[in-house]
């Protein structure tokens, strides 16, 4: 009997449920997505979910919507300023997207440039890349590369958390052993005077600031729709080289770092931002149903030889080349690079781990959080937020 329409809407957001559960009850250490799209991946061959659950349950209809306001609250969370001040960190993340793009390419013979294509922006990003690389996938009827791609994007988290982890426990303990050292030669120390630098800038107010009160869910969503209205149009006249994604993006950054509306406009204004997110999966949830057990071996080995490439490449360029040299240590530069497949929130536990198992003191803590959370927030930031959205774009074009 095939499933109703609410059977079919409760079946979904109850694999959600249990990966968020999961996620919760772990810590992040395992992930919601893992959880999320190995559930699928199960039901969809084992038969016990039907292949068209996301038509049945109205989701499909609608999901493509999901990915333009989530791009464009992304690009409202950009705050120009702080990425020109935290130049290195950005500089690093992008030399380590292009080390894995590199391990991507070398891969080629091994596992054709489809896949290869498929995996890059993947590896670089996160759901945003995810999506434009399996909608790609399927328009050009590469099923299996669609496949690869969300299978990519589910277990991409631990492959990143271990070398992230282990890096900056490394760059910690150092920096912690360099402040006790201090106060040792000097009882009087402080790393926060050291730190201080004085800023006559004045806080500027802006336009959303004088009229907070008028930033009421509806108004905010409207304001996103008319951005994706201006961006679809462009899209258009670009022939898609330029497409909807990048105006949307390049728009919510303009909106918000010129005064017009606050940072996260969807997320903290609109409180929309988490059921956008679980529209962006919805349209990638699909390509799962068209695994079956023969391309199991193919996914799995095209998986495995991405990831090794990728970490072979990376551990060269910040080991071996004086690339290292942009943020001044070889083991921050490889946590920052790992940063592209983690993301945010994940980024943040993993450096709140490190200073929770590092850090014995109020300043001790300040200090680790100020070196470590900050390069891999940020550099999770620039990779999966912003780089990997154009690079996807760019990339579904050579498919």
């Known amino acids: 009997m095939e499933m109703t329409t609410y059977q079919a809407v409760f079946a979904v957001l109850l694999i959600f449920f249990v990966g968020d559960l999961v996620g919760a009850l772990t810590k992040a250490k395992i992930s919601s997505m893992f959880v999320i799209m190995m559930g699928f991946l199960v039901l969809f061959m084992t038969g016990i979910y039907p292949a068209n659950v996301m038509e049945i349950s109205g989701f499909a209809g609608v999901a493509s919507l999901g990915q333009y306001f989530l791009l464009f609250n992304m690009g409202t969370s950009v705050d120009l300023v702080t990425l020109k001040n935290e130049w290195r960190t950005v500089l690093c993340a992008m030399v380590g997207m292009a080390a894995a793009i590199l391990g991507c390419v070398v891969a080629i013979p091994l596992i054709g440039k489809e896949f290869a294509l498929a995996a890059a922006p993947v590896v670089n990003g996160g759901i945003v890349a995810t999506t434009t690389m399996v909608q790609a996938c399927e328009d050009q009827g590469l099923s299996t590369a669609a496949a690869l791609a969300t299978f990519i994007y589910a277990v991409q988290k631990f492959v990143g958390t271990l070398p992230a982890s282990n890096c900056g426990l490394s760059v910690a303990n150092a920096l912690v052993a360099d402040l006790r050292s201090k106060h040792a030669a000097d009882p009087n120390y402080s790393w926060a005077a050291e730190q201080a630098a004085s800023s006559g800038a004045a806080k500027k107010t802006y336009f959303w600031e004088k009229h907070k009160k008028y930033y009421t869910t509806f108004i905010c969503l409207a304001v996103a729709a008319a951005f994706l209205w201006l961006a679809q149009i462009l899209g258009e006249l670009c022939q898609g080289w330029v497409n909807m994604s990048i105006w949307c993006m390049v ?149």
Do not use: H
């Open 251 to 399: 728009f919510g950054m303009v909106a918000r770092n010129t005064g017009l509306v606050p940072s996260n406009l969807l997320r903290d204004f609109a409180k929309a931002n988490g059921f956008f997110s679980f529209l962006s999966l919805c349209t990638i949830i699909p390509s799962l149903a068209k695994v079956d057990l023969s391309m199991l071996p193919t996914i799995g080995f095209a998986t495995v030889v991405i990831f090794v490439a990728v970490l072979v490449f990376t551990f060269i360029v910040f080991y071996v080349t004086p690339a290292w040299k942009i943020v001044g240590s070889k083991n921050l530069s490889v946590g920052i690079a790992m940063c592209q497949m983690i993301g945010y929130p994940g980024t943040e536990l993993i450096a709140n781990e490190i200073t929770n198992a590092v850090a014995q003191t109020p300043e001790e803590r300040e200090a680790v959080s100020a070196k470590i959370q900050t390069a891999y927030v940020i550099s999770g930031f620039t990779s999966v937020t912003i780089l990997s959205v154009f690079i996807a774009s760019f990339l579904a074009k050579l498919l």
